[in-house]
């Protein structure tokens, strides 16, 4: 089975810090992660994958997340926050070991709020 | 084609009543899923179809769900007999295969459900 935990609920961070929010994993094979990120009463927004590859990500809007295979993470993190980056940080994983599921398990979720 | 639709945006009934949502995914993403989303929680998985196939369902699509996709393109998700539970966030999500350099979901905006 694949899993997904964000064992924070919620960070806060100051406009222009660095921000980093955590996300953990378990599948059986290969890993494919993604972040998304949620509006108020909106759908989801892609902000980046990892597939194979280098390590580290880039993705929107300035944000970039490093995949650590013996950590088993993915955090998603940013050199300097914005006020509009507040929203709903979710992680997702897919298991690419056969028979695994074909549906992306996510997260329960992390609030991030920028602080002006 | 400018993202994955979902109709309606809300939908306020009365409980025992049907309901039908509407997804519209990206024209040439062969893969369409559905989620359910509740306050404060990550999207969980309901079902997912490749093309019209409906290959994997998820134990919490009771006998009261079912989901369609004709023609294999846009795809409608009924409840029956509805219930104050079913109250949350329905969201459809569509992608082309994990092959794909462009893997990944594209989400709809979200139909709200609330169940009176």
């Known amino acids: 089975a694949q899993s997904v935990a964000q064992p924070e609920d919620q960070v806060n961070v100051a406009e222009g810090n660095p921000l980093t929010v955590k996300c953990t994993y378990s599948?059986?094979?290969?890993?494919?992660l993604f972040w998304y990120v949620q509006y108020p009463n909106r759908g989801l927004q892609f902000l980046l994958k990892?597939?194979?590859?280098?390590?580290l990500v880039k993705g929107s809007y300035g944000f970039e997340a490093e995949f650590n295979k013996s950590q088993t993470s993915f955090h998603l993190k940013k050199p300097s926050a914005l006020v509009s980056d507040s929203a709903l940080y979710f992680c997702?994983?897919?298991?690419?070991?056969?028979?695994?599921?074909?549906?992306?398990?996510f997260g329960s979720g992390t609030q991030l709020t920028v602080l002006p | 084609d400018t993202g994955v639709s979902q109709d309606p945006r809300h939908k306020i009934t009365k409980r025992g009543q049907n309901v039908t949502f509407r997804c519209d995914p990206i024209?040439?993403?062969?893969?369409l899923y559905w989620y359910r989303q509740t306050l404060g929680q990550g999207p969980e998985f309901l079902t997912y179809?490749?093309?019209?196939?409906?290959?994997?369902k998820s134990r919490l699509l009771s006998d009261r769900f079912s989901a369609e996709r004709p023609k294999g393109s846009f795809s409608t998700l009924e409840i029956q007999r509805t219930e104050q539970g079913d109250s949350a966030m329905y969201l459809c999500?569509?992608?082309?295969?994990?092959?794909?350099?462009?893997?990944?979901?594209?989400f709809g905006s979200g139909t709200r459900l609330t169940v009176v």
């Open positions: 999500a569509s992608s082309l295969g994990p092959d794909s350099p462009n893997y990944g979901y594209t």
């Open positions: 599948v059986s094979g290969n890993p494919y």
């Open positions: 990892y597939i194979t590859g280098d390590n």
């Open positions: 997702a994983v897919r298991d690419f070991s056969s028979g695994s599921a074909r549906q992306l398990t």
């Open positions: 024209s040439e993403h062969n893969r």
């Open positions: 179809f490749q093309n019209e196939a409906q290959l994997e």
